[in-house]
């Protein structure tokens, strides 16, 4: 990414205020750790990473402002010019949708594009951060990286009483594709769709979708999994084992 993209400024929003239900007992899912290191400060390093991201806005569980400042303290980022990244950390809110209005009222003025990335995806890889943030800067309101799915999806009639769901539809797999983050947006249009939606959701895109916008889709890749059940840990602390012994090389 050339240095006029600097002149384009992109800001990350990271919600990290989940408790990590799925995950299992423990401490809140952003401030456990893979290979020593919490899962959170792998995110911001990934957004960092970019050289089009100045600031990074963490949301941290509603308790947890503190302990994410000390921790963002001791493994702080490369600083300095031209390419030093700033953060800030807010505390979040009930759900993500919250969370991430949050963390988008403490951005300072002046950005013409926000990331917004799950914590919970600590290894994405910088490529597809600078894919997401060229696509924004082409033009396109919303941007979101996405993979095909491998397994076939099928929608069911939930069932209250425990009783097996009965399949109601297969939508076509091939037109169905996985959807990751960082998510980019036009700043404006995604201040306005969370001024103006309401419903939850369990992306930003969707909102922009209900503005009637068009949210495109660039590639994903398979290492910025979400982190979400226990197994997904191994899988992380695999991904960089298998890092470490490449930087070997
Ligand atoms: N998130 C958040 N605020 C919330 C809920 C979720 O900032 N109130 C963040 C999580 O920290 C995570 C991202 O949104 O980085 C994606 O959510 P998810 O993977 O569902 O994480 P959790 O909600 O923590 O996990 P679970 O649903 O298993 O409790
Ligand atoms: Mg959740």
Redesign the pocket.
């Known amino acids: 990414m050339s240095d006029e993209s600097r002149l384009f400024r992109t800001a990350a929003v990271v ?9 299992g007992p423990g401490a ?3 401030l456990r750790t893979l290979s020593g290191t919490p899962m959170l400060i792998h995110a911001v390093r990934a957004m960092a990473a970019s050289r089009a991201v100045s600031l990074v806005v963490v ?1 941290a569980p509603p308790d947890g402002a503190t302990e994410v400042k000390n921790l963002l303290a001791e493994h702080a980022l490369p600083q300095g010019p031209p390419h030093g990244t700033d953060v800030l950390v807010v505390p ?5 949708q ?3 209005k949050l963390g988008l009222d403490a951005l300072p003025p002046g950005f013409d594009a926000v990331l917004v990335h ?3 995806r600590p290894l994405v890889p910088v490529d597809t951060v600078d894919a997401v943030i060229e696509a924004v800067r082409d033009g396109a309101p919303a941007v979101v990286p996405a993979l095909p799915l491998a397994d076939t999806v099928k929608q069911v009639e939930p069932s209250e009483d425990g009783s097996p769901e009965p399949v109601v539809a297969t939508p076509e797999r091939a037109r169905l594709r996985a959807v990751q983050t960082p998510q980019g947006f036009d700043h404006d249009t995604l201040v306005r769709a969370h001024e103006t939606v309401t419903d939850n959701v369990t992306d930003d895109a969707s909102m922009i979708e209900q503005l009637g916008l068009t949210v495109v889709v660039v590639p994903g890749h398979e290492e910025a999994f ?1 982190v ?1 059940r226990p197994l997904d840990l191994v899988l992380a602390e695999a991904v960089l084992a298998r890092r470490r012994a490449n930087d070997g090389f």
Do not use: F, H, I, Y
């Open positions: 919600p990290a205020a989940g408790r990590g239900v799925r995950l809140p899912k952003a949301v979040g809110g009930e759900t993500r919250e969370s991430v799950d914590a919970a979400k979400t």
